[in-house]
Every structure is written in structure tokens, then in C-alpha cells.
């Protein structure tokens, strides 16, 4: 399964925010970095910053450069004068959303989209397709509207509110990979009830071709299927890498929100600071006799490190394991004398609590 990020896109569509292009660019030269094959830098249709940072990043990254586009000539016209190297056409699919956003009938916006596809192929550009709200249309709509787009690269199918689960996900695929492709379908997913990386695991099972993800599920509401979690999950499951540099992927994700000026709570998965501090004494003296003790992986693999801290917290079988580190004598008593200066000087790290195990 291939990768199309759009933390650049999806975030911006967060309240309050406004990525500069320069903002967009960094945060693309980083992805580009890790080896991701897709990224979608923007709306070129909007003007700039975002037609700007589309011809920047076609320039200056390996990755293909995606415009979205509505199907729209002038929508498709503004992607290929930026420079897209992909221009994802997007348009919906569900009653609910052709009645209410677009007020048009499923034969009409497929018609449209099928005149924005043939714009694009004449315009020289890849043309990929999402079907707004496709996990809330049946699934034979979903499959019959994805047969009539055979010469795009892709048709992303996207949750759009966020409502799939592992389970529906799974019966959805299955209904419409019985006459379509799957290697050729996307999907695009919403973390609304938290299941987003789950459902992009269960899409990469059932043979689906590309998975959008963002960087720290940044997106709109609750965001998108995490790039970290998904990597590491489907690294830990079956060995899946994505064709990513793997050990890029925490420093690489750290840049794309430096980049755009955004933070993420230090308990968040993979990326956040404290996943892989420990502090519990009973963790701490395993993690010093064997890590994968109390991790689930070892954080250098994907570019992370861990941190122990010593200090008050520190117990006997903590301090005991640092003494023989250290190579002093664990006796009962230089146990307790390391102990009661970590809790004066700490809290510390490893090296400053060995540094002090050796001159106790």
C-alpha cells in the first residue's frame, strides 16, 4: 500500500489556521525525506499561498506534488498552472452529500468528474479521483461509480465524517473489491471515534492501493489516520514499511510540525515525548535489565530514544541495577546511600544517575 499525506492540507483546514507557503514547503521537504510517494500540498483553485507552495514543491521534492480540485474547469486549469504532478478530483457520492452540498444527481457529478479526469489526462498531469462520503453510499454505487474511472490512478474512497469502524470497513472493502480492484482504491479516513489507523489497517488487508494519512492526525475535527501510527503499527504486525526510511519517521514528523508551527500532547502516540520516559520504579529496574521488558518497540528504530529518569521514585531494585552498571559493589548499604542521593539531586537522567552511582 502507498502513502498520500496530507497533514499540509487537512490541517489547514483547522480552525485559526493559515500555513504560509514556506510553511508548506519545509513541511514537504521533510516528507520527502522519509521517502513518501504522495503529497498533497493544496487547493491550487484558492490562490496562493497554496498555488505557490504546489510549484515550489514540484520543483524541489521527489514525492508527486497533489492538488485537489473540484470538478470544475477552472479548478483542474488552476491545479496544472501550478505545476501538480497529481490532480486529485473530488466530488461526492452519498444522497445526503448531492443533495445538500452540491445539489446535484449522481449522474450529473459523475459526468463533471469524468470531464475533470479527461482535463487533466489533456493537460498532461495524473489524475486521481475521491469520492466525498463514500463509506456512507452502498457499496454497488461505490463500485460501479469506481468502474467508470478506470484510467485514473487512484479512487479514494473517503469516510468523511469519520463513522467507519474496523468491522464496517472490512464488510464495505469486501462488497466492492467483489468487482473493483482494490489495488487501485484509496481511502481516505477520519478519526472521529478514534478508529482511523485501525481502518486503515484493516484497508491495507484487504489489498486497498493508498491510504491518505497526516502527520499527528492533524486534520480536520479529530483529524485524519496518523502517518506515525500507521508506519509503526504495520512495521510491528507484519514487517510493512511502506518502502519508507523508517528510522526518519519520529525526527521527520518533529520537522513537519515545527514546520507548520504546531505541537502535539506529550503522551501521544509514537510521537510524543513522554511514551518512552519512564519513571515507575518497577519499570525502570526492567527497563535497565531488559527494555522490550516495558516497550513495545525499540524506540531508535523509528528515529525516538527513551528516557529513564531516577530521582525520589528510584527503588532498591533501580538503584541495585544502576550500582552494577556503574561496577560498584550493590551492597545494602550503598543501595540505600544511591537512593537517597538521587532523591536529593535528582530527578536525572542515565547517565548523570550512573555518573552519581560511581562516586556513592
Same mark, same amino acid.
Given at each position: 500500500?502507498?502513502?498520500?499525506?496530507? !497533514? /499540509?492540507?487537512? %490541517?489547514?483546514?483547522?480552525?485559526?489556521?493559515?500555513?504560509?507557503?514556506?510553511?508548506?514547503? +519545509?513541511?514537504?521537504?521533510?516528507?520527502?525525506?522519509?521517502? *513518501?510517494?504522495?503529497?498533497?500540498?493544496?487547493?491550487?483553485?484558492?490562490?496562493?499561498?497554496?498555488?505557490?507552495? *504546489?510549484?515550489?514543491?514540484? +520543483?524541489?521534492?521527489?514525492?508527486?506534488?497533489?492538488? *485537489?480540485?473540484?470538478?470544475?474547469?477552472?479548478?483542474?486549469?488552476?491545479?496544472?498552472?501550478?505545476?501538480?504532478?497529481?490532480?486529485?478530483?473530488?466530488?461526492?457520492?452519498?444522497?445526503?452529500?448531492?443533495?445538500?452540498? &452540491?445539489?446535484?444527481?449522481?449522474?450529473?457529478?459523475? !459526468?463533471?468528474?469524468?470531464?475533470?479526469?479527461?482535463?487533466?489526462?489533456? %493537460?498532461?498531469?495524473?489524475?486521481?479521483?475521491?469520492? /466525498?462520503?463514500?463509506?456512507?453510499?452502498?457499496?454497488?454505487?461505490?463500485?460501479?461509480?469506481?468502474?467508470?474511472?478506470?484510467?485514473?490512478?487512484?479512487?479514494?474512497?473517503? +469516510?468523511?465524517? #469519520?463513522?467507519?469502524?474496523?468491522?464496517?470497513?472490512?464488510?464495505?472493502?469486501?462488497?466492492?473489491?467483489?468487482?473493483?480492484? @482494490?489495488?487501485?482504491?484509496?481511502?481516505?479516513?477520519?478519526?472521529?471515534? #478514534?478508529?482511523?489507523?485501525?481502518?486503515?489497517?484493516?484497508?491495507?488487508?484487504?489489498?486497498?492501493?493508498?491510504?491518505? /494519512?497526516?502527520?499527528?492526525?492533524?486534520?480536520?475535527?479529530?483529524?485524519?489516520?496518523?502517518?506515525?501510527?500507521?508506519?509503526?503499527?504495520?512495521?510491528?504486525?507484519?514487517?510493512?514499511?511502506? %518502502?519508507?526510511?523508517?528510522?526518519?519517521? &519520529?525526527?521527520?514528523?518533529?520537522?513537519?510540525?515545527?514546520?507548520?508551527?504546531?505541537?502535539?500532547?506529550?503522551?501521544?502516540?509514537?510521537?510524543?515525548?513522554?511514551?518512552?520516559?519512564?519513571?515507575?520504579?518497577?519499570?525502570?529496574?526492567?527497563?535497565?535489565?531488559?527494555?522490550?521488558?516495558?516497550?513495545?518497540?525499540? =524506540?531508535?528504530?523509528?528515529?525516538?530514544?527513551?528516557?529513564?529518569?531516577?530521582?525520589?521514585? !528510584?527503588?532498591?531494585?533501580?538503584?541495585?541495577?544502576?550500582?552494577?552498571?556503574?561496577?560498584?559493589? =550493590?551492597?545494602?548499604?550503598?543501595?540505600?546511600? @544511591?537512593?537517597?542521593?538521587?532523591?536529593?539531586?535528582?530527578?536525572?537522567? @542515565?547517565?548523570?544517575?550512573?555518573?552519581?552511582?560511581?562516586? /556513592?
Amino acid at each position: 500500500m502507498q502513502l498520500q499525506d496530507v !497533514t /499540509v492540507r487537512e %490541517g489547514g483546514q483547522m480552525p485559526g489556521r493559515s500555513y504560509g507557503a514556506q510553511a508548506r514547503v +519545509d513541511a514537504a521537504r521533510a516528507l520527502d525525506r522519509l521517502g *513518501i510517494e504522495y503529497v498533497q500540498v493544496g487547493f491550487a483553485a484558492a490562490g496562493d499561498p497554496d498555488a505557490a507552495a *504546489i510549484e515550489r514543491v514540484a +520543483d524541489e521534492c521527489d514525492a508527486a506534488v497533489v492538488s *485537489i480540485a473540484r470538478a470544475l474547469p477552472r479548478d483542474v486549469e488552476a491545479a496544472l498552472d501550478a505545476g501538480a504532478d497529481v490532480v486529485e478530483v473530488f466530488g461526492p457520492l452519498s444522497d445526503l452529500h448531492l443533495e445538500h452540498t &452540491v445539489g446535484k444527481t449522481r449522474d450529473e457529478m459523475l !459526468t463533471a468528474m469524468r470531464a475533470a479526469v479527461d482535463a487533466v489526462h489533456d %493537460g498532461g498531469a495524473t489524475p486521481t479521483l475521491t469520492f /466525498v462520503d463514500a463509506f456512507r453510499t452502498p457499496p454497488d454505487v461505490v463500485a460501479g461509480a469506481t468502474a467508470r474511472f478506470d484510467d485514473a490512478r487512484f479512487v479514494s474512497l473517503a +469516510d468523511t465524517v #469519520g463513522t467507519a469502524t474496523p468491522r464496517s470497513v472490512r464488510a464495505f472493502l469486501d462488497s466492492v473489491g467483489e468487482s473493483v480492484d @482494490l489495488s487501485r482504491v484509496g481511502v481516505h479516513l477520519h478519526d472521529d471515534l #478514534g478508529c482511523a489507523t485501525a481502518n486503515a489497517l484493516v484497508a491495507a488487508d484487504r489489498g486497498v492501493g493508498r491510504a491518505d /494519512v497526516s502527520v499527528a492526525s492533524l486534520g480536520e475535527r479529530a483529524g485524519n489516520t496518523a502517518l506515525e501510527e500507521l508506519v509503526v503499527a504495520a512495521a510491528l504486525d507484519d514487517g510493512e514499511g511502506f %518502502g519508507l526510511d523508517s528510522r526518519q519517521l &519520529v525526527p521527520v514528523c518533529r520537522d513537519v510540525l515545527d514546520a507548520l508551527d504546531e505541537s502535539v500532547d506529550p503522551r501521544k502516540a509514537v510521537l510524543g515525548e513522554a511514551v518512552h520516559e519512564h519513571e515507575s520504579p518497577i519499570h525502570v529496574a526492567a527497563m535497565l535489565e531488559e527494555p522490550s521488558s516495558m516497550e513495545p518497540y525499540e =524506540p531508535a528504530r523509528f528515529g525516538g530514544r527513551r528516557t529513564l529518569v531516577f530521582g525520589a521514585n !528510584t527503588g532498591r531494585g533501580g538503584a541495585r541495577r544502576l550500582l552494577e552498571r556503574a561496577g560498584r559493589d =550493590p551492597s545494602d548499604e550503598r543501595v540505600e546511600r @544511591l537512593r537517597s542521593a538521587l532523591a536529593d539531586e535528582g530527578p536525572m537522567g @542515565l547517565d548523570s544517575a550512573l555518573d552519581l552511582a560511581r562516586r /556513592v
